[in-house]
């Protein structure tokens, strides 16, 4: 693969051993700072996406053909020791269950500590503290010392993916992969985790791939949206032309299975984006214009 800038050019397969071609030749890339999203019904292979991205594919007995290349380096070709200096620190993970993905006998301050120093040593505790709490602030969470002795059964769940979110950005990733980040939420706290990511976004300029089976979610989220059926990457577009004009049949019926809004309801995309998440998110009002559907047709699609 050239390089060409972007900060993640997929190419890549993956076989599992009672399921060869869980993925299939997907292609996308992805812009520093942009959001994209990855739709698709479950089985469809999102999670398999996000652990082949992270490298983490093989401890599930997973095999990945291809390439992974992330800011100028071929994940694919990495050893364990390589990766991890990358997971956490450049690359982050949060996952959809934020209290299983918390260890429930240590504090709060203790996982924010260990965090911290899977990547960074050399502050004092009291700086260290400093800078959980200002990690705290930053996604809308009491920035108290109290807090932080809290255990995570101390704590509602959507604190809880907050928190999961605060140490995912701590060290300033390029790229932030959501894997249905908001599916055990309530709605309302759903709208509040889906802003508090553009949020940050927009203040640190982090990447993110956001999955979701949600297309709504994802249309308040991500100017372009690239569409996941069996493994195979069927389409690939700017998320209103996804909504204007689905290419394949399966996206027509993911845009179908979205909730009609009533008529009083706004409904240009960038309204529909600010009553979901609360906030005027910039790439979505701004989404350029839809690509004609005959760049989108159906069968496996690599994303522009
Ligand atoms: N470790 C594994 N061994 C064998 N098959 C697996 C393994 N992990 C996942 N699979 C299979 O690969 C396919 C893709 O799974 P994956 O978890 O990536 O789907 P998903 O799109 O994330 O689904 P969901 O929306 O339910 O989370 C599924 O058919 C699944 O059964
Ligand atoms: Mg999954």
Redesign the pocket.
């Known amino acids: 693969m050239k390089p060409s800038g972007k900060l993640l050019e997929v190419d890549l397969s993956v076989d ?4 060869p071609g ?1 993925l299939d030749q997907v292609r996308f890339d992805l812009d520093r700072g942009e959001i994209l999203g990855l739709v ?1 019904g ?7 996406l996000a652990m082949a991205v992270l490298g983490l594919v093989q401890w ?3 095999r990945v053909r291809g390439a992974i290349r992330f800011d100028g380096r071929e994940l694919a070709a990495m050893r364990e020791p390589e990766l991890r200096a990358i997971r956490g620190s450049q690359i982050s993970l949060v996952l959809q269950s934020p209290v299983s993905s918390l260890n429930p006998a240590l504090r709060i301050e203790t996982q924010f500590r260990e965090a911290w120093k899977a990547h960074r040593s050399g502050l004092s505790s009291t700086h260290e503290r400093e800078l959980f709490l200002e990690h705290l602030r930053m996604v809308n969470l009491p920035a108290e010392p109290d807090f932080l002795r809290r255990y995570p059964s101390q704590i509602s769940v959507g604190q809880a993916q907050r928190l999961l979110i605060a140490m995912a950005i701590m060290h300033r990733p390029k790229l932030l992969i959501a894997d ?1 980040p908001t599916s055990a939420l309530d709605p309302i706290t759903q709208a509040e985790v889906l802003a508090l990511l553009a949020r940050l976004n927009a203040r640190l300029g982090m990447a993110i791939l956001f999955i979701s ?1 949600d297309l709504l979610s994802i249309a308040s989220l991500c100017r372009r949206v690239a569409i996941l059926e069996q493994g195979r990457l069927v389409e690939c577009a700017d998320t209103a032309a996804i909504f204007q004009a689905p290419a394949h049949p399966f996206t027509r019926r993911l845009v179908e299975a979205v909730p009609a809004l009533p008529h009083s309801f706004p409904s240009s995309l960038a309204n529909i984006a600010a009553a979901v998440t609360g906030v005027s998110h910039a790439r979505t009002a701004a989404a350029p214009q839809p690509q004609p559907a005959s760049t989108l047709d159906s069968g496996t699609e690599s994303c522009p």
């Open positions: 599992y051993p009672n399921m869980a698709g479950s089985g469809s292979g999102k999670s398999t599930k007995n997973g249905e089976h």
